[in-house]
């Protein structure tokens, strides 16, 4: 169990934790409430901050946005949302970038995206004076080209603050680092040799995301337990949406994009850094439920290997995860 595995010191072997005790929406509350306070904060002070929320496809980013949109709402906030799907590049376009993949996908890894589009309306919005100020923001619909996806019209709105989504937001190019990176097997476990030759490609597409990553002020990020979870997330969402009667992919290309998602920018190597500095974690288990939140310096002393090991344990699902 998770209690035997950390102590209120965070430390194996001193006891229960209390805060895994609680109910998963009670931390998950904690964990949009500590958001929001820094947001409110920056916001009285004159700023228009924008929070980053990074988490693996299917661990429940959309529905997340929404619940801390309707918290800003009751403090008085008026807070836009973005993903960073939002700034895909046109059809055209993202064919040439996407040529030539191993996952054989026109969207989804670095460099399928025009981050300066979103980074250039973040800084006309902060230009406008006080008050929520006009914004507009691109959007991609993934129902046109039947299923591909294209751009589509803008969102307009005011806005006192903007939450920045997607499954990469707050990633780093390891650049010399990845040397040493592709030489570590773990981090690397189940890579086929196409994926790997690709790494260096997906980590120097990474460097024209930095200036908007620059402009987060707060970063949130959703973690599993297990990183076979994902991809059994997304395909649950799927089964939704068909039995609800909407639009659904065929299994073979919704496995190319979650593939891409989790082998373009492998987790383990660029997760894990982002893990330490991002302002609040939260950690999933199985049904996506907080096992533990707090702070990214918090997870790293509490030996995050020996807490994900525990949550493991304790989740009721976690054997059937694949």
């Known amino acids: 169990m998770v209690q035997a595995v950390c102590g ?20 998950r509350e904690r964990f949009i409430g500590a958001l929001l306070d820094r947001c409110a904060a920056l916001v009285a ?10 988490g693996p496809v299917g661990a429940g980013k959309s529905t997340l946005s929404r619940l801390l949109r309707q918290r ?5 906030l008026a807070l836009a949302i973005a993903s960073i799907d939002d700034a895909y590049l046109p059809w055209s376009q993202r064919l040439e970038a996407m040529a030539a993949n191993p996952f054989g996908v026109n969207r ?5 995206h025009d981050p300066g589009l979103l980074a250039s309306a973040i800084a006309a919005w902060r230009a406008e004076p006080a008050g929520p100020a006009p914004l507009e923001l691109p959007r991609f619909d993934k129902t046109l080209r039947r299923g591909q996806g294209d751009r589509c019209d803008p969102w307009h709105g005011h806005a006192d603050a903007l939450l920045l989504e997607g499954w990469l937001v707050g ?6 680092g990845l040397v040493e990176a592709l030489a570590a097997e773990q981090a690397l476990l189940g890579l086929t040799p196409e994926e ?19 402009a987060l002020d707060g970063l949130g990020l959703l973690w599993p337990c297990r ?9 649950q969402a799927e089964a939704r949406q068909r039995r609800a009667g909407g639009g659904w992919m065929q299994p073979e290309a919704l496995e190319a994009l979650i593939r891409a998602s989790l082998a373009s920018l492998p987790p383990l190597l660029y997760g894990r850094t982002l893990l330490g500095q991002a302002d609040r974690v939260m950690l999933l288990d199985g049904r996506r439920r907080c096992l533990w939140e707090g702070s990214g310096v918090e997870a790293m002393g509490q030996r995050w290997a020996q807490v994900q090991a525990g949550a493991q344990a304790s989740s009721p699902s976690s054997s059937a995860t694949g």
């Open 196 to 214: 790997r030759r690709a790494l260096p490609r997906w980590d120097q597409a990474l460097q024209p995301y930095q200036p908007l990553w620059e």
């Open 72 to 76: 800003a709402q009751d403090r008085g």
């Open 171 to 176: 990633y780093r190019p390891l650049g010399p």
């Open 8 to 27: 209120d010191s965070g430390r194996p072997g001193q006891g229960p934790d209390p805060q895994l005790q609680q109910p998963s929406e009670r931390r």
């Open 227 to 235: 990183w076979q979870l994902p991809r059994r997330w997304r395909f």
């Open 108 to 112: 989804v890894p670095p460099g399928s």
């Open 45 to 54: 002070a004159g700023q228009r901050p924008v929070l980053g929320l990074n």
